[in-house]
């Protein structure tokens, strides 16, 4: 804290409210919790007098300073916004009034969120989550210049974050349209490829297509039950074992959802529709593998079409919107025809050129992904700008 500045306890510019009302069954009262590392308050929920099983409440009003008794050491503590006037909290509260001819609102909002006061907070008591209590807050303290120059270091501090936000915003517009490259360079691909070559459907170039199994997977082999690929270990577009069920098929039934090296996996049906469609190219497997019947297997005919080049023009045409009806079900689920898939049309260049596009597409990914790791890597700095804003400026230094 700066040496030109009084610290005062809390006591001397905020004052614990202890006001509690009683809930009336057939009224509504918005909730708000606290979130936690000095985030603010958010709205927690409506809900009905009746609901509310714990009939005396506080409430909250604009600009109060909430705190949590439990969370306060893992920063559950924040200024009340203007949108959560009159929302309710329980005894587990805490509310303080602030002086504001002594102690600027924001002043105040932007102090809580420094190491200077966490590191208070978290010294009272002998764990991580003992609970704090009233008195705890009144005694911690804030350095108190005078409030023209409280309001002139507010002003300072939000002229930073400002721009701070505006080149984050930049950051983020350009990270967004690094994610889009790979889409842009494939669609030029395909456009390329479809003044070239014919277009054909894909029940020609493939050998077989089928569902999956429904038998009941668990976690942990029993017996001879054998590995199912499901949902979870497609949806990245690339087949992963860190989520894998085992189910007991039998040999009729296993011969049938077997897969093999090659193969396409597709999300054919789930309840989010950005799932639907994602597919992956089954690697080399060590054991006999089956897959789930939410997925559809496309056994490729690997004379005619590479794989990976199909994943590719599948992900192209879910992206253009040209494959997949994302209508709902009866069942609320979005779903996608097998009929449809295989009536979908795409160029077929020769194989070696279909090799040379996967390889191309793949050095570009890798390239896009480097660009993109490099841009979230600098919006983390920006991030990290903050704490070192309001370390200075609560030092005087701004």
Known sequence: MSKGWDAVNLEKVIKHRKEFIGIDDFKKYKRCR?????????????????????????????????????????????????????????????????????????????????????????????????????????????PLPLLEEQRRIVARIEELVGKIEEVRSLRQQALEETDILTKSALLSIVNNFGEKYNYRQLNELILDAGYGTSVKCEYGRINNSVPVLRIPNVASEEINFNDIKYGLLTNTDLQRVLVTEGDILVVRTNGSAELVGRCAVVPTLPEATAFASYLIRLHCDRQQIDPYFLQLMLRHLRSAGQLFDFARTSAGQYNVSLGRLRAAKIPVPPLCEQRRTVAYLNEFQTKVDTMKRLKEEAIKELDALLPSILDKAFKGEI
Do not use: M
Request: net charge negative.
């Open 34 to 142: 606290v979130k936690l590392h000095a985030q603010g308050i958010e709205l927690r929920d409506i809900v009905q007098g009746a609901e509310i099983k714990t009939k005396k409440q506080q409430i909250c009003k604009t600009d109060d300073l909430l705190v949590a008794e439990i969370d306060a050491k893992i920063g559950g503590f924040g200024i009340v916004p203007e949108n959560l006037d009159g929302a309710i909290v329980s005894s587990h509260y805490f509310l303080f009034e602030i002086n504001e001819s002594l102690l600027d609102i924001k002043f105040l909002d932007y102090f809580i969120r420094t190491p200077a006061f966490r590191d208070q907070v978290s010294a009272q008591g002998s764990t991580n989550y003992a609970a704090i209590r009233p008195n705890d807050v009144l005694g911690y303290t804030i």
